[in-house]
């Protein structure tokens, strides 16, 4: 069974602070995307990489950051968490022609 | 903006009854359309996806329907049941750019007793 985790369900931080969420996938996947879901808004990409070490901007990337240090491990990093950072972050990985597969989701609260 | 304009926002469907969730697109470079469900707390699954080769198909319940020259497609849940209550995405996306979905706002589907 394919298996996407993300390390926490929820989070809240304070504004300022620098908030790193995780993602691993067991599929061996070379894609692994970050997205952010708001209501109203749909899901909207954050950045995606295709290789480790890889990473591209997507629709969104301001305020974030990415690291891919291994094959199965996609960091999403907030270098200094804002209030309209406010949101759910879902985490998807997919192998080229195949399903994607998404995260359970990290719902995060910047106070 | 949003590439793909999902309607409507929210629909309330009796059991037994159709659900029907409309999507449109721009870019003529996307050839993959797929559907999610999402239930609470959990991330979005894939359901039923179509490419622009055919223009309907079917799974159990769930029916896409596409029409390439109009840029629309459709989701149909058939004889909806209360366990299909759940937000439902469409999404699009172009094989030059695999796995870079363009996704609808979503329609949260209620199905009542």
């Known amino acids: 069974d394919v298996k996407v985790t993300q390390s926490s369900r929820y989070l809240v931080k304070r504004t300022g602070e620098k908030v790193f969420l995780e993602c691993v996938q067991d599929?061996?996947?070379?894609?692994m995307f970050w997205y952010r879901q708001d209501p109203g808004l749909g899901l909207r990409l954050i950045y995606f990489s295709y290789d480790v070490k890889m990473k591209e901007k997507g629709d969104i990337p301001e305020g974030y950051s990415v690291s891919r240090e291994k094959k199965e491990r996609f960091s999403l990093i907030l270098e200094s968490a804002s209030t309209n950072q406010t949101s759910m972050y879902l985490c998807?990985?997919?192998?080229?022609?195949?399903?994607?597969?998404f995260g359970p989701g990290t719902r995060l609260l910047v106070l | 903006q949003q590439q793909v304009k999902q309607s409507p926002q929210s629909l309330i469907v009796q059991k037994g009854g159709i659900s029907i969730i409309n999507c449109a697109y721009e870019?003529?470079?996307?050839?993959?359309f797929p559907w999610y469900q999402q239930f609470p707390g959990k991330g979005p699954a894939l359901l039923i996806a179509?490419?622009?080769?055919?223009s309907e198909k079917k799974e159990g319940r769930f029916t896409i329907s596409f029409n390439k020259s109009a840029k629309q497609f459709s989701l149909h849940i058939m004889d909806s049941q209360p366990g299909d209550s759940a937000t439902y995405f469409c999404?699009?996306?172009?094989?030059?750019?695999?796995?870079?979905?363009?996704f609808g706002a979503g329609t949260q589907v209620v199905v009542t007793p």
């Open positions: 999404a699009a996306s172009g094989t030059d750019s695999w796995g870079k979905f363009q």
């Open positions: 599929m061996d996947h070379e894609n």
């Open positions: 179509i490419r622009p080769d055919v």
């Open positions: 870019n003529t470079a996307f050839d993959y």
């Open positions: 998807a990985s997919i192998r080229e022609g195949e399903t994607q597969y």
